[in-house]
């Protein structure tokens, strides 16, 4: 049964993973950038959710709703300031400039919130958890709404890519940039939409995630972000059910490991996994292959 | 034949991309840099100007400087991101920290053994810049970058688990947890997450420079090299260099390995200069903080990325009071400093703006090297 219960644990870390690296995911498949800053974005959300709770006195999901839209006004603003003026560079250039952001949004938190860690307070305070099977079998409802979330998150995603103009547009941009703006299609517009619902779902993730674990400080978002960085590229960067699929083989090894093999070197085996992953699949498991023109 | 004809027409092409010249004028600039601030601050501590606190940063400036120089050889010439170089820093540190405990009962001069530490530091470090780079360096830039970024998250964690020891007959033991067999509390030289205590120091002002002026040496003898020009023309153009016979991979690799062996000399140098020195000193804030350096020196830019590390190093220790606005500061000057060498708009403005100031001067700017 302890299996059982750390598969689920695994499934649960994986989906919040999942869900982070759906926004690193869109974003580098539509302008083709690693968004290093993603993490903190997380963080920023958790955070916004935190103090509306503990210190306006907002009900829960509501403040969950606030930080959302924070967040994603927080993603589009980052995108107009410090990505868009870099578009067409070369990816070193974009990638330090997202290391930058990263760097600022970890220590304005610092500066604006303080180093103290934070005790969050969880989503689902008013849920029981489930025990079955003669009490050895346990499900917080934290795991149990943290992997619904996933599973409806990835749904609605999936069908707003492939069914809904936006979406169309979306996919258009991230096939062919230029030949998407000879049909019309406002490149900008897409791009801006992207980083808005990545940074939305980081919101969410931040909650689902300092829910479980709940403690918060401007670093937070830091290795997560790199974790699921990590989840994305394992399942092939620009895909969105690789991210998935990632997310969730990612979750399940680090807690595997954290149970059977040392809690130390959880990490260390995650990072090894990606490497070898990448030896045998450089695109990751769902990636596609990009024939280089001449 | 025809193999044979490409290789000539390569090294008839290479010859003359940087003129000799310019060689000359970095050669003399990086080296004078060197010098005269090695001069400047020993007079300084001899004369009593310079306080005891910023003596003690006369080594890490040293070392940060070696690294800028390092870094710059992944990040300038060969084009690609590196993440992990704490972790080189990292395997030469505690390689070096075993090296001079194990030879501490047997040569009794302390820069022998730093030498000794520092040559064993750099074949370790550039093995594991080897091991790392074969299978790496085949992929693109993003991925390049995440994957040595986790490398160096698992150099972190493995030290934070490993413990080395000697035994009564001084042999090396190590475990992976708490007990060595054999090996008493007096035995131990690094325990996990604490790191190495007690550690003799050997660094001085004279070593560390010394070690700059040698990784300068090493890089820029490159840099002036066939080889060095390869690893060039191949960053600006992989396919062009691909087309006239050259070896992307093997000059990749050859650019990685050598900065890592460097990076761990550094690192070495760096743990010597201190009693004790625990893992968590090389995460990813400072492989972040070392590509700081090189991209506010100029990304290429050898004795820009010198100047940033020596005053990057220095002014925290200045500046105590405004230590908590030190890396926002940093953060923004990051930001500010990509997008005004690479936005097309701005760039043309702030360039227009430095010609009218130097009129002479020539319009090549480091940032255009890195396409």
New interface residues.
Partial sequence: MSVLNSLISGLSLGSVYAIIALGYTMVYGISKMLNFAHGDVIMVGAYVSFLLTNHAGVNAWVSLVIAIAICTVLGIVIERLAYRPLRGTGSLAVLITAIGVSYFLQNAALLLWGADPRMFNSLFRGFQTIHAANGSLTITPESLFTILANIIIMIVLTLFVNKTKAGKAMRAVSEDNGAAQLMGINVNQSISLTFAIGSGLAAIAGVLMCSAYPVLMPTTGAMPGIKAFTAAVFGGIGSIPGAMIGGLILGVIEIFSRAYISSELADAIVFACLIIVLLIKPTGLLGKKINEKV | MAKKRIKMNTRGLLKGAVKGSEYKKEAMISYGILIIGYIVLQAGAAAGIIGRNLQGQFVPICVYMSLAIALNLV?GLS?E?SLGHAGFMAVGAFSGILVTRILETSISSGPVRLVIALIASALIASLAGFI?GI??L??Q???L???T???G??VR??M??LYFGLDANGKLRFA?NHTIDGVDTSGRIITG?IGATGVIKTASFTSAALLTAFTLFVVLNLKNSKQGRAIMSIRDNR?AGESIGLNVRKYKLMAFVISAALAGMAGCMFAQGYSTMAPTKFN?NTS?LI?VFV?LGG?GNIWGGMIAAALLTVLPEALRQFA??R??T???V??VV??C????T?KARVGGFVDKLKPKKDKAKPGKE??
Wanted: glycine fraction near 6%; hydrophobic fraction near 65%; charged fraction near 5%.
């Fill in positions: 990040v084009g991101l790392i299978p790496i085949g992929l830039g993003d991925y970058a995440i994957v970024l986790a490398f998250e698992i964690n493995l934070n688990v992976f997450a396919i990813v972040v590509l991209v990304i908590d606005y890396m926002l940093y953060a923004i990051l930001i990509m997008i060498t690479y936005n097309p701005i890195v396409a």
